[in-house]
């Protein structure tokens, strides 16, 4: 799933690529990608927009339109954009041909001339695609369809991303704010960390990445830390996802950027899906153990569950 360094690394990308460009014309290929308002209104106001700007705000990307709209995309496990250029055509045959294939696949991208390129896999699962009126096309893929894009008023940004907490690198998430939050909350520093209302963004990786590197176990429960430990976590959750942007995000399977290309991340975890690998750090072996049904990974030799 993505978290927030892949959907700040893909926001960046947009912002240097669609930033004054008009969306003409938008296909909706899976209805229910569209999770607000009706599809009908929905298709109606995105197309003649102009895309004014491009941000973040925890794991959701937000795409300013001109008339005071936005769009807000979450992509949950497997939702993807990819900038197609100018020069293909959409077919959507398969919509009267074989509608279940349809159902699971969407349409197929091809090049006017007919020649496949490194794009054409990429192009698999669009539920939705935004026509540009310079001829490119951004598509959300999402072979889950999990993901959703919903179209708001300006106005109604509180209430469109309810329920969020602060912004891991902005001025409200202090080391004395997250004292204070996992202080009064009973469950394990993992299960904390996942939940949106006391950090946006996180997510299994970096949540996973972060206890590593305050050498915290997943396990202890968030109010058991001390305001020490909790420094270290502090700093932790703030150097992986800068790291995590740096690298372009982290890809296991379905993560991609905006040109198809997979992050680089995956190469600087430390934990996160690494059990059976020794620790770069003390060499014991990584362990997987599940928490509340997510997965979690930590060195039991550097993050103990009793800490003396
Ligand atoms: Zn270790």
Not at 3 to 22: C, D, F, H, K, W
Not at 136 to 153: A, C, M, N, V, Y
Not at 248 to 273: C, I, M, P, Q
Request: proline share 4%; net charge neutral.
């Amino acid at each position: 799933m993505p978290e927030l360094p892949e959907v700040e690394y893909t926001a960046r990308q947009l912002r240097t690529s669609i930033v004054g460009a008009t969306i003409s014309q938008v296909h909706v290929f899976w209805e229910r990608t569209v999770g607000h308002p009706n599809l009908a209104t929905f298709l109606l106001e995105v197309s003649e927009r102009r895309i004014e700007g491009v941000r973040r705000r925890g794991k959701f990307l937000l795409l300013d339109l001109s008339g005071g709209l936005f769009l807000s995309i979450h992509r949950r496990m497997t939702g993807n954009f990819l900038l197609l250029p100018p020069g293909w055509r959409i077919d959507t045959s398969l919509r009267t041909d074989d509608i279940a294939t349809w159902n699971t696949r969407g349409p197929i991208f091809l090049l006017e001339n007919g020649i496949e390129n490194s794009y054409s896999r990429s192009t698999a699962y669009c539920r939705i695609c935004f026509d540009l009126s310079d001829g490119r096309r951004l598509l959300f893929t999402d072979p889950r369809k999990f993901g959703r894009i919903e179209l708001w008023s300006a106005e109604r940004e509180a209430e469109a991303l309810r329920g969020l907490g602060p912004e891991p690198f902005g001025s409200d998430f202090t080391v004395e704010y997250l004292v204070g939050e996992l202080a009064r909350r009973r469950v394990g520093i993992k299960q904390a960390l996942l939940d949106q209302t006391l950090v946006a963004g996180v997510g299994n990786i970096y949540a996973d990445e972060a206890l590593f590197s305050a050498s915290i176990h997943p396990q202890r429960r968030s109010d058991s830390l001390t305001p020490a430990e909790v420094r270290l976590l502090h700093d932790g959750i703030i150097s992986v996802l800068t790291l995590g942007i740096e690298h372009g995000g982290t890809s296991f399977n379905d993560y991609r950027d905006l040109w198809g290309e997979a992050g680089d991340n995956y190469n600087h975890v430390h934990v996160y899906k690494q059990a059976g690998k020794p620790c770069l750090r003390c060499g014991t072996l990584i362990e997987r153990i599940v928490i509340a049904q997510r997965s979690a990974h930590f060195c039991p030799g550097c993050q103990k569950l009793t800490v003396l």
